[in-house]
């Protein structure tokens, strides 16, 4: 147990370590106007990364969330503008429509023994060709909705303020928390992760497993979707590209292993805080140039893989001692 | 103890291993797996013409060459030329796909090797082989990264390039100094939109390297080790083979092809630009070799199959633009193409489309 949570403490350590290399640098740091701030600004990216632990915990992967947020965004603002709907109506159709598309690629996944990999790649294309054909240019979204849940907050002391996008994502976290490591939906969800045969020898509903995982996924990114069509107040087909590689970044930075069976949602959470902290970090220097945080992140993806990689070889070297 | 154990299963492995062997021998060298070869060139080769056919009907004039300037001109022509990069990044990854890996930075890997270029020629005092030679081994550095990481540290191949895919950007932006650097360089610039015997550079380069690629892989035992590899890593291990030295190899090559295409993708605009060259470049290669026929598993591979799997991608782009749909239709077609290739690669997919017929002909007998 202590292995599989030793990357998690290493992240834990590190988010402190950067805290206070910001605190003891700039004025105001320290306050939790910049807590608060971090999750408001990383909510859309820690949704995703919520689902794509999920899927990766499985041993699969999933490009296609930056494409769903895209999609759902678009959607999102098209039904409240030109088709006059209430935004809850709206949502209440995109997160089912999106979870529907997620539970199509995990049939596929499934039923046709397709590569995760590249089947979430077609989704990808596929979610933001869609995006694209419903509308190429941007699409404002004006609505009194918006506005009463721009002002819907909670005022903290010391300038901290969460908003209700930032209420919603806690809440998500607290969620799939339960959801992964509470639930037998998230045990059959490591036992696939493990060895998907023994999982099924042992009775798990394997099928049913990956196609509600892929589901959730992408309902997951529709959700971050729209988090994210409430900081923008529109919906764009070529917005959040990329954002797949920066959840799957924040996972394994969180300790979880892309092989699978192995990790914790909580280090995901941090995996994203971290990276937030990064780039919180870089705006706060002012001197230091944007494409450093690049440099960073993946220098401390190379650190976390290589330090996984050497503690499960340890840990079997230890193992084959014992033996 | 187990000793004993061991020995006697390995007689019996080694008695089915000999059968497989035998049977492996004769699977090669019978004339069914020239049919079987065949085939498999067969379909990537029946929708490139499909298409083809389709953009003649589109446009009558589709196949038509002209010759300007001492060089041809013409649809065809362009789709070869705008191919050439995803190409050459194809090529490449065939061999990284074979192993079994993936190569997530190789338009990264782009995106430096241009950097390098342009900020060599900005100096002025380099010639032009220097600076392509430079270029070269700044993508051999790049794959030398990839694979220690995947071979010696054991990381999986999309994580371990999934590193140098979100660093390598960054590191392109700061060679550029988050500029786009452009350079004045007639000679450069003829290696991206120069044409040398009726057909532009970029043509020659890509079948260069796949000649040279096909001589080096299918002269030599390096094909042969390399899908043995992507087959059963530990298995061939056991037969004496490299493993690791290998895997090694073949994301070297694939870093060398990126950074030719980096070069050709520079020389064609006369600059770098970090944010743009070669973004996704990478999913494309990816799926020219997928649709080429090649497993994400690995064990097997065709340069030409994959360089045909590229065609079909930049014909079916090209077929959007020449049906006079509008470009936003673009990705939804290329997504659904993809989905087709892939269900058709699935057994199961195929069987239940053979039940499907096979039940509309027993009917159809029927009336």
């Known amino acids: 147990m202590s292995r599989t949570c030793l990357p998690l403490w290493i992240t834990f350590a590190l988010v402190l370590l950067m805290f206070a290399a910001g605190a003891s640098q700039f004025d105001g740091f320290a306050s939790l106007r910049v807590v608060t701030n971090l999750i408001s600004d990383n909510a859309f990216l820690l949704v995703t990364a919520l689902g794509m632990t999920l899927v990766i915990l499985s041993g699969g992967i999933d490009l296609s969330v930056g494409s769903v947020i895209a999609l759902s965004g678009v959607a999102a603002a098209l039904l409240i503008g030109p088709y006059q709907w209430h935004p809850l109506l709206a949502f209440a159709l995109i997160l089912p429509c999106a979870a529907l598309f997620g539970a199509g690629m995990g049939a596929l996944i499934q039923y046709y023994q397709l590569q995760p990999f590249i089947v979430t790649l077609a989704g990808m294309f596929l979610a933001r060709g869609v995006a694209t054909l419903l509308s190429e240019e941007s699409v404002a979204i004006e609505h009194p909705f918006y506005d009463a849940v721009a002002e819907f907050g909670l005022e903290l002391p010391d300038g901290g303020w969460l908003g209700a996008t930032s209420l919603l994502t ?7 928390l339960v959801l992964t490591h509470y639930s037998r939906f998230g045990s059959s969800i490591y036992a696939l992760g493990g060895n998907s045969q023994s999982a099924q020898l042992m009775g798990v509903p394997v099928a049913r497993t990956t196609i509600l995982l892929y589901a959730s996924s992408s309902m997951l990114a529709a959700m971050a979707g729209i988090i994210f069509s409430f900081y923008t107040y529109s919906g764009y087909a070529l917005a959040a590209v990329g954002v797949e590689l ?29 990276m937030g902290l990064i780039q919180t970090y870089i705006n706060f220097d002012g001197s230091l140039s944007s494409w450093w945080s690049k440099i960073v992140i993946g220098g401390l993806l190379f650190f976390f893989i290589a330090l996984q990689k050497l503690l499960s070889h340890k840990w079997q070297n230890k193992a084959g001692g014992r033996a | ?19 497989q062997l035998k049977a ?4 090669r060298y019978s004339p069914g797996q ?5 085939s498999l060139y067969l379909y990537p080769l029946v929708a490139l013409a499909l298409l083809l056919l389709v953009n003649l009907l589109l446009d009558p004039q589709f196949f038509s060459l002209q010759w300007q300037d001492g060089r041809l001109y013409g649809p065809l022509i362009d789709i070869v030329n705008r191919s050439a990069p995803v190409a050459l990044l194809a090529i490449g990854m065939s061999l990284v796909i074979a192993t079994g890996g993936i190569d997530l930075s190789v338009g990264a890997v782009m995106a430096i090797c241009g950097a390098v270029c342009a900020n060599l020629l900005v100096l002025g005092d380099w010639s032009i082989p220097a600076v392509i030679g430079l270029a070269v081994l700044t993508g051999l550095a790049c794959g030398l990264v990839n694979g220690f990481m995947v071979s010696y540290l054991g990381i999986q191949p999309i994580v371990a390039t999934l590193v140098l895919m979100v660093a390598g950007r960054g590191v392109a932006q700061l060679l550029n100094q988050g500029q786009i ?11 991206g939109s120069g044409s040398f015997l009726a057909l532009p550079v970029p043509v020659w380069l890509v079948l260069l390297a796949l000649l040279m690629m096909q001589l080096l892989l299918r002269r030599t035992a390096l094909g042969l080790f390399i899908e043995a590899v992507g087959c059963n890593a530990k298995a061939s291990r056991y037969l004496g083979i490299d493993d690791r030295g290998i895997k090694l190899t073949v994301y070297l090559l694939a870093g060398g092809c990126a950074a030719l295409a980096g070069i050709i993708a520079t020389a064609d605009i006369q600059g770098s630009d970090a944010n743009n060259a070669g973004l996704w470049l990478e999913l494309d290669a990816i799926l020219a070799v997928v ?16 360089v045909i799997g590229v065609l079909i991608i930049q014909a079916l782009s090209t077929t959007i633009v020449v049906s006079g749909l509008p470009s936003k239709f673009n990705l939804l077609i290329k997504a659904l193409v993809i989905l087709l290739v892939l269900m058709l690669q699935s057994e199961l997919f195929r069987n239940q489309l053979k039940t499907l017929f096979s039940f509309g002909k027993l009917r159809g007998g029927k009336a």
């Not at chain 2, 650097?181 to 290696?191: C, E, G, R």
Request: proline fraction near 2%.
């Open chain 1, 170 to 176: 806690i809440a998500l976290v607290l969620l799939m």
């Open chain 2, 181 to 191: 650097v452009t350079f004045q360089n007639p000679d450069f610039a003829a290696l």
């Open chain 2, 34 to 38: 020239s049919a079987h070869q065949f």
């Open chain 2, 291 to 306: 649709i080429g026929g090649a497993a994400l598993t690995g064990g097997r591979f065709s340069l030409p199959r994959a």
């Open chain 2, 24 to 27: 492996a021998r004769q699977a």
């Open chain 2, 1 to 19: 103890m187990t000793n004993e154990g061991v020995v006697v299963d390995q007689t019996h492995q080694d008695q089915s291993k000999a059968d």
């Open chain 1, 246 to 274: 920066d959840a799957i970044a924040a996972v394994v930075i969180g300790g979880t292993l892309l092989t699978g069976g192995s990790g914790f949602m909580i280090g995901t959470v941090l995996g994203v805080l971290l």
